[in-house]
């Protein structure tokens, strides 16, 4: 139990395009999802909090009309990339919270060409 | 400010060898304490945490880890390693379960 799918597992687009990252809880409601990202040999760095109906709560230092994220369900959270940049390819993770533990999704590598 | 230090980027074992992997944090109070296992394809899978109470944790796949306040580490060990843990180790620390702040990762390779 408690499986995170992400897709696509990974993407390539073109400089000014956006692209739509989904974070899925498959067998569980999740109120909470959580955004990261991880720089080639780096930690992984908290994006955003997703919560369900709600706006979601962005780090310092990340732009939210550039990373869109929207939790319109209890099982889905997505993450758009929006004029997507060179700069902006990563590998992003997402990752749903139940009953106070986070459950990771595979990732999605992400790459601006 | 709240930082992670996992000073072994790569660490090479043999297989049936011990293990210690290093976690060291900064932190204003005691933290929640995580190590998390990071398989190619694979989400990050929870190996144990550490709350309060008893200093030693057991976790899944035979891991543990012993919290020590004096030298605010948690690192992670295993009396025998397998094969199948080579993979990308990370610790993680948080105030509460929510908002975690990760380590750089210790990538775990196993010789037969």
């Known amino acids: ?113 | 400010a709240q930082s992670v230090t996992q000073p072994d980027i790569h660490i090479t074992v043999s297989e049936g060898a011990s293990l210690e992997l290093r976690c060291n944090y900064s932190y204003g109070a005691t933290p929640y304490l995580f190590w998390y296992v990071q398989s190619p394809g694979q989400g990050l899978q929870l190996l144990l945490k550490y709350f309060s109470g008893d200093t030693l944790v057991q976790g899944i796949k035979g891991f543990e880890a012993e919290f020590k306040r004096s030298q605010s580490s948690f690192n992670l060990r295993k009396p025998s390693v397998h094969w199948s843990d080579a993979a990308e180790y990370f610790c993680a620390v948080g105030y509460n379960t929510d908002k975690l702040i990760f380590g750089t990762g210790t990538r775990l390779q196993v010789f037969p």
Not at chain 1, 37 to 46: A, D, E, N, T
Not at chain 1, 61 to 73: M, P, R, T, W, Y
């Open chain 1, 1 to 113: 139990g408690a499986v995170v799918s992400q897709h696509p597992s990974w993407v390539i687009c073109k400089s000014g395009t956006s692209v739509k990252i989904e974070c899925r809880s498959l067998d569980f409601q999740a109120t909470t999802m959580f955004w990261y990202r991880q720089f080639p040999k780096q930690s992984l760095m908290l994006m955003a909090t997703s919560n369900e109906g709600s706006k979601a709560t962005y780090e310092q230092g990340v732009e939210k009309d550039k990373f869109l994220i929207n939790h319109a369900s209890l099982t889905l959270s997505t993450l758009t990339v929006t004029s997507a940049h060179p700069e902006d390819s990563s590998f992003y993770i997402c990752s749903a919270a139940r009953l106070g533990e986070q459950f990771f999704g595979p990732g999605t590598r992400l790459t601006v060409l």
